[in-house]
C-alpha cells in the first residue's frame, strides 16, 4: 500500500484530486494550505485521503470538512502512524486583511494558530506519543531560520534576526523534547530534503508529493539546495 504526501496546493484543489487519483495511491495527505474550497475533495473517499490545516485555509468549514485531520493528534493512514499539528503564522496577515475590508473576501482566519490551550494539549500529547513520522504545515524555528527567506521577512516588516511565530515555537518545543526519525512539512514553498539532528526533514513545495511505501519515504522529486547545518 501507498501513502501519498503532497505539500502547499493554494486553492489548486482539482488539480490536487487529479493528481491524486492518476497516482493510483490507495491513501494520501496534504500538509496544510489546501486552499478556501474544498467541493472538489469529494472525489476522494475521506475516509483514505486526508489534509491538515495551514495558514491558508477556510477556518469556517475546517472542522466541518470530513476530510480534515482536526488540530493535533496521533493518526494512522493505511500504513503510516504519524503525530500532526495543524497551523502557521501568516506574513502577509496585514494585506490580507486590507483586501478583506476593501472588497469583502475574506482570506485570513485567527484560528491559523492554535491558541495558548491548544498549544499546550499538543505538546503534552506529543510528548507522550514519542512519534516516529511528525506531519506539521510549518516547521520549528531553528529549521525555519535556515530555510526561510530573510527577503520575504523583511518585505512584510519583519526582522529576520528577531522573527518567530507562535506554531514554530511550539514545534520547536516538540523537537527538543523529542526527535522524530521523520518530519515532513510544506509552508515555504521549497524542495528540500536534508538530515539534522539525527532527523530527516522533508519539506514540499507546492503540489510536490513522496511516496510512503514499504516502510520508506520515496523522494522523487527535483531538490532545492539548502545551507548546511
Known amino acids: 500500500m501507498t501513502v501519498r504526501i503532497t505539500g502547499d496546493v493554494h486553492g489548486l484543489v482539482e488539480k490536487y484530486v487529479e493528481g491524486v487519483q492518476s497516482s493510483g495511491c490507495e491513501y494520501s495527505l496534504q500538509v496544510g494550505d489546501m486552499g ?3 467541493e472538489s475533495l469529494e472525489n476522494l473517499d475521506f475516509h483514505s485521503h486526508k489534509f491538515i490545516g495551514g495558514n491558508h485555509d477556510n477556518y469556517d468549514y475546517y472542522s466541518s470538512c470530513p476530510h480534515a485531520l482536526g488540530d493535533f493528534g496521533s493518526y494512522s493512514l493505511g500504513p503510516l502512524d504519524f503525530y500532526f499539528i495543524r497551523g502557521a503564522f501568516s506574513i502577509d496577515m496585514k494585506a490580507r486583511i486590507m483586501h478583506e475590508r476593501q472588497t469583502g473576501f475574506v482570506s485570513w482566519w485567527k484560528d491559523e494558530q492554535l491558541g495558548l490551550d491548544n498549544q499546550l494539549l499538543a505538546l503534552s500529547s506529543y510528548k507522550a506519543s514519542k512519534p516516529r513520522v511528525m506531519i506539521t504545515h510549518t516547521c520549528p524555528t531553528e ?40 518530519w515532513i512539512f510544506g509552508h515555504f514553498h521549497r524542495t528540500i530534503d536534508f538530515q539534522y539532528k539525527g532527523t530527516r526533514f522533508i519539506c514540499l513545495g507546492e503540489l510536490r508529493s513522496i511516496d510512503y511505501r514499504d516502510g520508506q519515504f520515496i523522494n522523487n522529486n527535483k531538490l532545492d539546495s539548502v545551507r548546511q547545518i
Open 36 to 38: 478556501f474550497y474544498y
Open 143 to 182: 529549521i525555519a531560520k535556515h530555510i526561510g527567506s530573510p527577503g520575504a521577512l523583511k518585505a512584510f516588516g519583519f526582522n529576520p534576526d528577531t522573527f518567530a511565530t507562535e506554531t514554530q515555537v511550539l514545534l520547536q518545543d516538540c523537537f527538543d523534547s523529542y526527535r522524530p526519525d521523520v
